[in-house]
């Protein structure tokens, strides 16, 4: 509103400098007062405020500035036919200034070619912003959607991951823990067994608790396994595995750089040694997916009671970093080497992309 009094007082300025005052004067600061009332209306009522703007502007040129005002923010609207109307009652309202009030500067012709053209480019203008406030209202709808379907992938996988723990400790301990139970049971009532039996289910649920702690392990290192055997059983991967993997992605195109200064690594742990062997595998199928012809290096590191170190740097695509790919991926990754007790860092850095973990391998 400011501004609009401002622009009003410096037109009846401009206009009567260099004239001599009469009782036009008098017309132009009316309307020009009239016109700067009206100007807060255009925020509530554009195209009602817009039309009394340019009935005004007929009659002085004082109301020209906030006519003008009012023809750009009807332009920004969506109804783009409204603006075309406004802005052809602005030109013919100013070709009725024009006829009666003169510009001793510039002819009539030249004069309404000039405020035609103004007209032109406040609807352009308009136009522009409408269609830059659509852009930007739809990147940021998509950005909100794709956050929320990455956030539902992500609560998909964590619900399924549950689930499956949920259906392998059924499956695989309901059987063992009822007999612990039938044992234990068994000791209760009959404390009055002889010794040599009471014993032997001593030592029955002692081992059945260990082959159960034993399977509870290999449950949890098995969740996200992708290959099941014709007869129910699942591969068990070794860091012996890991060069014929390599050699898997060396086949497939892809040229892999393998280090590896693992100390006794027949010694691995069964579950140390799954982990890493997923780990890599995810690792060289992401670099695949997402960073096709690149070379991969490999590094493993480690041994009995330092731990197992695990680290796989590949450079970057310009589509982006590889293993972005809903985000499933890396977090099924990450809960895997959670429950093995260890830690999983992936980053983009320097025009890299670089995946470590580290796993603890007891001495």
Sequence with gaps: MTASGVLVAVSIVSWWSDRATGPLLALDVTTGVLGWMLTPLLLHRPVLATAMLTALAALSPAVTPPATIGALQVARRPRFPVAIGVAAAGVAAHAIQGAWRSNPGMSYGWWLILITIGYGALLGWGAWAQAREALISSLHERARRAEAEQGRRVAEARMLERRKIAHEMHD???HRLSLLATFAGAMEYRPDSPPEQLSRAAGVVRDGVHQAL????EVISLLREDEVES?????????ADVPRLVEESRDAGTAVQLRSTV????AAPPAVARTAYRVIQEGLTNARKHAAGQPVSVALRGGPGAGLEISLVNPLVVSGAPGFSGGAGLVG???RVSLAGGRLDHEAIDGEFRLHASLPWPS
């Design 231 to 239: 007869d129910g059983s699942r591969p068990q991967p070794v860091l």
């Design 172 to 174: 695989v301990l309901a």
């Design 263 to 266: 100390e006794e690594p027949g």
């Design 333 to 335: 990754l990450t809960e």
């Design 214 to 217: 034993e399977e509870l392990r």
